[in-house]
């Protein structure tokens, strides 16, 4: 089955600066990336995703760039805020048959943005 | 825009009682996932049901089963509680034609005393 890494399991940056949180994957057939951001007491918010057919996607702050050949992908936070604060994780998808993909989560990333 | 639904948000049990949590996906979606998060893990698979049959099976328990209704609706039905089950139990949905993107609900916190 797939297998997800994820660095690092914390992170404390000062308001303004980028965060970066690392993951890797084992199964080349996974083919949906997407990443998550989980604030106390909440469910998972689906914050960004990028597909195997693409390298790099962006939407305001938030950028996801895929490494197929290393099978690693990454989350870039720029100009972060006290409210990027939270657990992100990041998983991966491989297609299990009739219409259900099966996410596998890395470990999650404790982000702490300080004032 | 409507979420997923998630009842009750809270349940306290005692060991070996019984549970039901239940999941209404977002309008028109037809495949739902479970999902079992305990203190400070990631989300662990369960089951997830596509057009009211099951489609996958996860880490579940067999004293767990779940089903998905005419509705679209779910529900996970926990027998024998122990101690260990208590968690924060999440359903997801997605839309097959879109089916890559799951949202989550806002969990069911499980309390097993």
């Known amino acids: 089955g797939e297998n997800v890494e994820q660095h690092p399991s914390t992170l404390s940056v000062q308001e303004g600066d980028s965060a970066v949180i690392k993951c890797t994957y084992s199964?080349?057939?996974?083919?949906?990336f997407p990443w998550y951001k989980q604030e106390l007491g909440k469910g998972p918010q689906l914050i960004i995703d990028?597909?195997?057919?693409?390298g790099e996607k962006k939407d305001q702050r938030i950028a996801v760039t895929l490494n197929k050949t290393a099978k690693h992908f990454s989350l870039h936070i720029t100009e972060t805020q006290p409210e990027d604060s939270a657990v992100y994780f990041c998983?991966?998808?491989?297609?299990?048959?009739?219409?259900?993909?099966?996410?596998?989560f890395g470990k999650g990333t404790k982000l702490s943005v300080i004032p | 825009a409507a979420g997923v639904i998630q009842s009750p948000r809270h349940l306290i049990k005692e060991k070996r009682e019984t549970a039901t949590l239940k999941c209404y996906p977002i309008?028109?979606?037809?495949?739902v996932y479970w999902y079992q998060q305990g203190p400070g893990q990631d989300p662990q698979f369960l089951i997830s049901?596509?057009?009211?049959?099951?489609?996958d099976k996860g880490s579940i328990p067999d004293r767990f089963s779940a089903q998905q209704f005419s509705d679209y609706h779910s529900e996970l039905n926990m027998s024998s509680l122990e101690l260990g089950d208590s968690a924060l139990y999440f359903c997801?949905?997605?839309?097959?034609?879109?089916?890559?993107?799951?949202?989550f609900g806002p969990g069911t916190r499980l309390t097993v005393t």
């Open positions: 990028i597909r195997s057919n693409v």
């Open positions: 997801a949905s997605s839309y097959r034609d879109r089916g890559l993107e799951q949202y």
């Open positions: 199964d080349s057939a996974s083919n949906y």
């Open positions: 309008p028109r979606h037809d495949t």
């Open positions: 998983a991966a998808t491989s297609y299990s048959g009739a219409g259900s993909y099966q996410l596998t």
């Open positions: 049901f596509y057009e009211k049959m099951q489609s």
